[in-house]
């Protein structure tokens, strides 16, 4: 079975701090994604990545910026945290199809950030 | 036209009825559809593929209709563990990513 792993399950920051948010996959999945989900508002894709060192902005990136220096580890940093990110973060991979998506995404189960 | 939209629900139903669900998307490009399933505070976990021709599985029926741009979920004989939120899901323009529709929710009551 595919594992996504999230660092925290839940979180509390406080505003300005610089937050780190972790995700590791163990099925050697190329693409690995950053969304954040809020009630009313779905689910945003902040960041993807389809290979190490890759990365390309999502729909939200503003205020986020991503690390991948191993295929299996995708980090979300959020480098001044602000009351408007408090929301559930999610973070998915898929197997390989180089840039292009057609296949499952495998999530993890979520880290609850809130920033006072 | 939003990317991806659904009815956000509730649906109540009771347990043995059947419920469709239907999701429309402006891209006329998109090839590749999904149907996700979100239990309560739980992450979103697929349920199912939507092909062209249709697909079956169990209980779980997916249409898919081009000309219309919308694609449909059927559930059949409801059960209580099938309440949860269901997310349609496209493929985005570039075929880099996908996008999720706002879910709707299902409430099945004995």
């Known amino acids: 079975d595919v594992k996504v792993t999230q660092s925290s399950r839940y979180l509390v920051k406080r505003t300005g701090e610089k937050v780190f948010l972790e995700c590791v996959q163990d099925m050697d999945h190329e693409n690995m994604f950053w969304y954040r989900q809020d009630p009313g508002l779905g689910l945003r894709l902040i960041y993807f990545?389809?290979?190490?060192?890759?990365?390309e902005k999502g729909d939200i990136p503003e205020g986020y910026s991503v690390s991948r220096e191993k295929k299996e580890r995708f980090s979300l940093i959020l480098e001044s945290a602000s009351t408007n990110q408090t929301s559930m973060y999610l973070c998915?991979?898929?197997?390989?199809?180089?840039?292009?998506?057609?296949?499952?995404?495998?999530f993890g189960p979520g880290t609850r950030l809130t920033v006072l | 036209r939003k990317e991806v939209e659904q009815d956000p629900g509730p649906f109540n139903v009771p347990e043995g009825a059947t419920v469709a669900f239907n999701c429309t998307y402006s891209n006329s490009a998109s090839q590749s559809f999904f149907w996700y399933r979100q239990d309560c505070r739980k992450e979103p976990k697929l349920l199912m593929s939507?092909?062209?021709s249709g697909n079956e599985d169990g209980r779980f029926t997916a249409q898919l209709n081009r000309a219309s741009q919308y694609i449909s979920l059927l559930i059949r004989d409801s059960k209580l563990s099938d309440s949860a939120t269901y997310l349609c899901?496209?493929?985005?323009?570039?075929?880099?990513?996908?996008?999720f529709g706002k879910g709707t929710t299902l409430s099945v009551s004995s």
């Open positions: 990545s389809y290979d190490v060192k890759m990365k």
């Open positions: 998915a991979s898929s197997p390989p199809t180089g840039r292009r998506v057609y296949n499952e995404q495998f």
């Open positions: 939507v092909y062209s």
């Open positions: 899901v496209v493929i985005n323009q570039a075929g880099t990513a996908l996008i």
